[in-house]
């Protein structure tokens, strides 16, 4: 049996691995978002600078890991096998939910995943333990007092993080401006000595100064001077800013990177626990009942030993550092993450990610009649003052940046100084939470959400809002009932849900790659959004264009001969599959429609005004090809579904070189958009003239035949007719796309 809890422990430090690159996938964006946001540096030097905050956070997190072996549970009366099966609930529930959420790219809390699995495996047991032993109470088995307070800190954190956003950014705004760097003259000196003081006391006082490592007499000296420190730094720093903007050294952007290290050693200080602190305590309940036991079963060995702190060894902890640091750099969904709470707080105008939502457009509404009730009271002065300073086109942002620096400066100062606060109260305070709201809370305040997009963004912040909620609730439910199923169907279930973990793990990886391959629009559109020299955006509009273009030839003629096979072989599966895919193209080209607008607006007036009918001309044609196939196949669809008579091999025959000569010429029009080279577009329409007219000739002898067939081959026949004349308007889409293409690119 001693094997088998082997394996088990074994198992849980390998999900502890994946749990790592998992969790850091999702919560990278606490740290990375406001510098990403801000193109403050290099990706890379971000990377760098945020990969030494996690180092030297991973090496003091070990006072957090209590919380895993009895800040939710009380093992005193929880015996070595029901901690072993809650433990392994928790990290098979763990790496499920979080990794997906990161493949839907939405940032969860691993801190509330973490708390929610742990009280939902062992609220499970205990109500088993309860039932078969009346003296037992909930009080005896659960951390109740200590999970409440866990609980009630994770979701009191969203609202003062939002109030405290909108509070401090609205102050930093009025005093800085959009135009900071006229406006920080005397001012930025004081903003980077509260700053660098704030960060400091997070990095030294609260990090550093209650370090293990440090000697003992060394601690006790920083905190009984604690206040003396922080008053000295702030003199000391004020002076030093003030010296650093004397010699034209942007302060804002060494506050960001400094607050970008303070975060990521926060994250790492407070978030380690979540995806080592339950495999470390299965490894220290392994160890505890091969050397205690002495002749106890698994069921009657209690788990004492885990009521006394945890004793991680370094290696762990650095090994830990090194796994996330790994992830951090190297996985595409921390970049998806980071891409939706940055889109989510950007300066700019853009596409958005989320639709509208009743609640939303309640609150927007109620907000913009509070707004118009306070604004009668105010005098018109202060108000036209307060519009001056909030004048976006005086917005001084880096190239491809969301938001300016100023904002990311707040951003990062006030997350960590809040997450400091619960830090010093021995709370596992959820990092997401904090970080993500405070960068809401900032960008609402600076009216980065307009009356054009506050609703999306609105849905956004409520959608992720409700995933965390979501995620409490999953997390709760799941790893109850996993725990119960392990628990009553011992090794055999256990193995069950660790190969599930693999063979979905396994799964994920490969669809979310496949996803990745499809997003290359995507990220052009964000670029387009972020540049602001209109020559650049007008060449990237047309790379944009002429790449939906391209694809939508591409698709339509996929599409046409999975329609035609579809009916020659009776195969209603394959038409269904179709259906799917045109519905879902439909939704895609009215998203990227909007985008180009978008852009187009952003190119210089008299390319613009000169080509707008031709961007419109090409993408109604895209439109225009999905409409005919779905005409096309709607009658198909349905006379396979009936299973009516098949289609005559005279027909068929019939339409075979038709087929064949729309397909070249699909094929030509999809490699002449594709690459620009328009010098045989006259051919390739004059040759589909000839096939409109090939069409129409054979239409008209269809419609004589059908006049003489007898009424067997009446349903297909008008099938036929169909395939015929849809033919035609799809030849004609495609002489449209081509020529609104030529004259959109060209000229």
């Known amino acids: 049996m001693e094997t088998v809890y082997l394996c088990i422990v074994v198992f849980l430090l390998c999900l502890a691995v994946f749990d790592l690159f998992v969790g850091v996938s999702n919560d990278a964006v606490n740290f990375l978002n406001s510098a990403v946001g801000a193109k403050v540096a290099k990706f890379r030097t971000v990377l760098v600078i945020a990969s030494l905050g996690v180092a030297v956070g991973a090496v003091m997190s070990s006072g957090m890991m209590d919380v895993a072996r009895h800040g939710i549970m009380s093992p005193n009366n929880l015996s070595f096998n029901e901690v072993m099966t809650i433990f392994l609930a928790v990290m098979v529930t763990d790496v499920i939910i979080l990794d997906m959420f990161n493949t839907l790219g939405m940032p969860t809390s691993t801190t509330v995943s973490l708390v929610f699995e742990l009280l939902g495996g062992t609220f499970v047991l205990a109500t088993i333990k309860m039932i078969g032993d009346g003296s037992l109470g909930y009080g005896d088995l659960l951390n109740t007092d200590k999970a409440l307070s866990v609980i009630i800190a994770i979701f009191v954190s969203v609202a003062i993080a939002f109030f405290f956003g909108i509070v401090v950014q609205w102050i930093s705004r009025i005093i800085f401006t959009f135009n900071y760097k006229k406006h920080s003259r005397y001012t930025i000196a004081i903003f980077g000595g509260i700053a660098f003081t704030a960060l400091a006391y997070f990095i030294f006082l609260q990090g550093l100064g209650k370090s293990p490592y440090i000697e003992a007499s060394i601690r006790e000296w920083i905190t009984a001077n604690t206040q003396m420190l922080l008053i000295y730094t702030f003199i000391g720093s004020t002076l030093i800013m003030e010296v650093l903007h004397l010699m034209r050294v942007n302060v804002f952007k060494f506050v960001v990177l400094m607050g970008t290290f303070a975060l990521a050693m926060a994250f790492a200080g407070n978030d380690l626990v979540n995806f080592i602190g339950v495999p470390l305590a299965g490894l220290d309940s392994y160890n505890d009942f091969m050397a205690n036991a002495n002749g106890a079963s698994a069921d009657s060995f209690l788990m004492t030993s885990l009521m006394e702190s945890a004793k991680t060894p370094p290696i762990y902890l650095i090994a830990a550092g090194v796994v996330m640091i790994i992830a951090m750099a190297t996985s595409k969904k921390a970049h998806n993450v980071i891409k939706t709470s940055v889109d989510l707080s950007r300066q700019d105008e853009g596409d958005e990610m989320f639709g509208s939502s009743r609640a939303a457009r309640s609150i927007v509404r109620a907000t913009q009649d509070a707004d118009s009730v306070i604004k009668r009271y105010i005098p018109q002065r202060l108000k036209q003052w307060i519009d001056s300073r909030f004048n976006k086109n005086e917005a001084e942002l880096s190239e491809g940046a969301a938001f300016d620096i100023v904002r990311a400066a707040v951003n990062l100062v006030l997350a960590s100084m809040l997450i400091t606060i619960g830090t010093n109260y021995k709370l596992p305070l959820s990092t997401t939470y904090v970080t993500f709201m405070v960068a809401m809370g ?269 009424d067997s081959d009446f349903k297909v026949s008008l099938v036929y007719l169909n395939i015929l004349q849809e033919s035609q308007q799809l030849l004609s889409n495609m002489r449209h796309q081509l020529r609104a293409a030529k004259k959109f690119i060209v000229n």
């Open 442 to 710: 900032s960008s609402l305040a600076d009216r980065a959400w307009s009356r054009e997009s506050a609703v999306f963004r609105v849905t956004g912040v409520l959608s992720v809002i409700g995933g965390w909620f979501i995620t409490a609730g999953a997390a709760f439910a799941a790893c109850a009932i996993v725990c119960l199923l392990m628990f009553y169907g011992g090794i055999v279930i256990q193995v069950a849900f660790m190969i599930l973990v693999v063979y979905l793990l396994i799964r994920s990886n490969r669809q979310y790659k496949k996803k990745e391959k499809e997003s290359g629009k995507s990220n052009m559109f964000r670029l387009m959004m972020r540049t602001r020299d209109p020559e650049i955006v007008w060449d990237l509009l047309n790379k944009h264009v002429s790449k939906t273009q391209s694809f939508v030839a591409r698709f339509t003629i996929e599409q046409f001969n999975k329609i035609i096979d579809g009916l020659e072989n009776e195969k209603p599966s394959v038409l269904r599959h179709v259906q799917r895919e045109l519905r879902n193209e439909k939704e895609e080209l009215k998203k990227y429609r909007r985008q180009e607008l978008l852009a187009l607006r952003k190119v210089p007036s008299d390319i613009a005004i000169e080509r707008n009918t031709w961007f419109h001309l090409g993408i109604n044609s895209s439109e225009q090809y999905i409409y005919c196939l779905r005409r096309m196949l709607e009658p198909i669809k349905e006379h396979v579904d009936n299973s009516f008579n098949p289609i005559p091999e005279i027909f068929v025959n019939e339409f075979r070189p038709i087929r064949e000569k729309i397909n070249e010429l699909m094929r030509q029009t999809e490699n002449i958009i594709s690459t620009g080279q328009y010098e045989n577009y006259r051919e390739v329409l004059a040759n589909a003239d000839a096939c409109k007219d090939l069409l129409s000739t054979v239409r008209k002898r269809h419609i004589n035949r059908i006049q003489q067939s007898d």
